[in-house]
């Protein structure tokens, strides 16, 4: 076990999922102690960690200074929030409760006024990275919240992350995490379009891909997503059910505000196609199956 550094802090982490179990084993590794809810299947570094495992959100709560949550939807949120023996019933005037889950940000201004009330600070953290940034605590983390609770945050978010950008008040890390999510998706499926496109003219997309790579249209997307559709590794970093869910938060949020996407709204029902299939647990970029199915030809052999 680690000695307690001077300037660590009482943690508590709920969602300890593909992302949120790296992330929350920097914060260990980084001296602070650290409070999960114990499940049956728990993360095996967690485990092994001086990190405590204990049986409800409530008790988190109480044991943490800052509560953090990385859970996949708006209802979790609210669940373990406010639910019975949710960590609202914890909490004591003073603390921090930051949710770096993706999820409605109407609905987050309205968990942010409830955890006010109790006396306590709320952000919205929401971060973008997968797998790959979580495990590397490379996440560009986009946050909203009042200044004060930022900078006693930020050094929590310094172990998580590296592009971070305090965007303004609660709810803008959540739209800021939206944009994020329409801007992913389109150069997904660009990218899709691009390389089936020359899949089926005759060309290599693997040669395609890496003279692209050279030009105006290279792009992360081209780099990461491009190579999973040739080399068919679609295990999923970031799922297409959850990127789902972040399109129809989108494309609900756009209505409300008599706002057009029409690429986002084409992108989301690729993306239907895909979870029609049941592939809807498979990365992101497996996108591309949806517009192999149309053209009745794949990128790369399976």
Not at 31 to 47: D, M
Not at 97 to 106: C, F, L, N, T, Y
Not at 233 to 251: V, Y
Request: glycine share 10%; with cysteine; proline share 4%.
């Amino acid at each position: 076990m680690k000695p307690q550094r001077r300037d660590s802090m009482k943690i508590g982490f709920i969602g300890l999922g593909i992302m949120g179990a790296p992330m929350a084993l920097h914060l260990v590794n980084a001296g602070h102690e650290l409070t999960y809810v114990k499940r049956s299947k728990v993360n095996a570094e967690i485990a092994a960690s001086s990190a405590k495992g204990v049986a409800t959100a409530k008790e988190v709560a109480q044991a943490a200074d800052v509560v953090i949550l990385m859970l996949p939807d708006t209802p979790d949120v609210q669940a373990v929030l406010f639910g019975e023996n949710g960590v609202a019933e914890g909490l004591t005037q003073g603390k921090t409760v930051i949710d770096m889950s993706s999820i409605s940000p109407i609905e987050t201004k309205a968990f942010a006024e409830k955890i006010a009330a109790l006396g306590c600070d709320y952000l919205d953290a929401p971060v973008s990275g997968g797998e790959v940034g979580a495990k590397a605590a490379s996440l560009t983390i986009m946050v909203g919240g009042s200044d004060e609770a930022f900078a006693k945050a930020k050094p929590l978010f310094e172990k998580m992350g590296k592009n971070i950008t305090h965007v303004g008040g609660v709810g803008d890390g959540q739209t800021t995490k939206v944009a994020n999510q329409i801007i992913v998706a389109l150069n997904i499926a660009a990218v899709g379009e691009a390389l089936l496109f020359a899949s089926k003219a005759g060309a290599d997309p693997a040669k395609v891909r890496q003279a692209l790579m050279g030009g105006f249209a290279a792009s992360r997307i081209l780099e990461v997503h491009g190579e999973r559709m040739i080399k068919r590794t679609f295990n999923p970093g970031f799922r297409i059910g959850l990127h789902q869910k972040d399109l129809g938060l989108a494309l609900a949020g756009a209505k409300s505000m008599g706002v057009a996407l029409p690429q986002t709204a084409g992108a989301a029902q690729l993306m239907q196609t895909c979870a029609a299939q049941g592939w809807d647990q498979l990365d992101h970029s497996a996108l591309v199956k949806s517009l192999e199915l149309m053209a009745k030809h794949t990128v790369a052999p399976d």
